[in-house]
């Protein structure tokens, strides 16, 4: 389901010379890129299998993290055509304010009754939900209601203006070193593949991000509030006539990526069980390239981007035969985002939308 707003038409001739088709070699070249990853996958998986799935199923489950925060852009791009930088320091901050409540309010050790841990995360993740719901209002309210007319370019900047303005409150709150917290969730094994071991702190991650997708598309396919976002997206002006109030379905929509972020700071937190204020910088440009790597705009391309790149990342740093090692992840992720960008700048899931419509 796509909540893909409106493109503008071309409004020089650079614009329409982009809109031209692609040449043929570029296809093929992109395809040959493909094929020698195919390969290279395929070589490590016949050399190092147990490895293999190993790096697989970790990949799986920091995809499924990327996804989350990547469904935030995608829905607010969707109705705006705004990239909020801000939103991966929305979910930095959700991740301090879960260690706050885990750790200041129900003080959770490693010999915490099991009973005491279940209802300090579900305390916990209401928490960060509703307080990066209200941020992520606050910002829109704030920050970028006054910019919906100005040139593009001003609520871009805003937007990466209001990343360092909380980045910088994430500080003052919170410190420069990192939040830790125990290991709360369960370590057993859920199933086994080729002697690798998936465990439920893993699956939990999964088992969260797969619900929360079907719930988005139900809403903004069936509900009231959806068909207002899906209005809203197509054209202000003619939903504003039709009754539509444009303000609160953009506020709303802000809360709801708001409300995603804070769910998954509250992951990010139980799975690796450290956070700093400064982390959803880096981790929110990745999962803008998740976003733009599914189609931007779609909820379903969301969530593929956000699995590819955790599944890139982890191959990268995981796998043994002929990687560039962890300190090319960065640059891997970014080219695969420039290579999206020139040979199929819709994604992989989104629509390519005509110049002009």
Not at 142 to 163: C, E, K, Q, W
Request: positive net charge; hydrophobic residues 55%; glycine residues 10%.
């Amino acid at each position: 389901m796509s909540v893909q707003a409106r493109r503008e038409p071309p409004s020089s001739p650079i614009g329409s010379l982009l809109a031209r088709p692609r040449p043929s070699l570029f296809n093929a070249l992109g395809l040959l890129l493909v094929l020698l990853l195919i390969v290279w996958l395929v070589v490590n998986a016949v050399k190092t299998p147990a490895d293999f799935f190993e790096v697989f199923l970790i990949g799986l489950t920091t995809g499924a993290v990327f996804a989350l925060v990547a469904l935030g852009y995608t829905l607010v791009y969707g109705i705006l055509q705004l990239i909020n930088f801000a939103h991966g320091d929305v979910f930095s901050l959700g991740g301090l304010m879960s260690s706050t409540i885990l750790l200041s309010v129900f003080k959770v050790t490693d010999a915490t009754s099991g009973a005491l841990v279940v209802a300090a995360i579900a305390v916990a993740l209401l928490v960060a939900m509703a307080f990066c719901s209200t941020l992520n209002t606050a910002i829109e309210l704030v920050a970028y209601r006054r910019l919906r007319n100005a040139p593009r370019l001003a609520p871009l900047i805003t937007a990466i203006g209001m990343s360092f303005i909380l980045q910088n409150v994430g500080l003052a709150v919170w410190g420069v070193n990192y939040q830790s917290i125990p290991n709360l969730l369960p370590t057993s094994a859920v199933f086994s593949i080729g002697g690798v071991q998936y465990h439920w702190n893993q699956l939990i991650v999964l088992l969260l991000t797969v619900p929360v997708l079907i719930a988005l598309t139900w809403l903004v396919r069936s509900t009231r509030h959806g068909k207002a976002m899906r209005a809203t997206s197509q054209d202000q002006d003619a939903a504003a006539m039709m009754g539509i109030n444009v303000n609160r379905t953009i506020s709303f929509t802000f809360a709801l990526a708001g409300a995603l972020a804070g769910a998954a700071g509250l992951l990010y937190l139980l799975q690796f069980t450290t956070i700093r204020y400064d982390q959803g910088f880096q981790l929110g440009l990745l999962a803008f390239t998740a976003a733009v790597l599914g189609g931007i705009g779609n909820l379903s391309g969301a969530v593929l981007g956000g699995v590819l790149i955790g599944l890139i990342q982890s191959f990268n740093e995981g796998l043994t035969w002929h990687t560039p090692g962890s300190d090319w992840t960065q640059s891997i992720v970014f080219g695969v985002l420039i290579a999206i960008l020139v040979f199929r700048p819709e994604g992989l899931l989104g629509e390519r939308t005509p110049e002009g419509a």
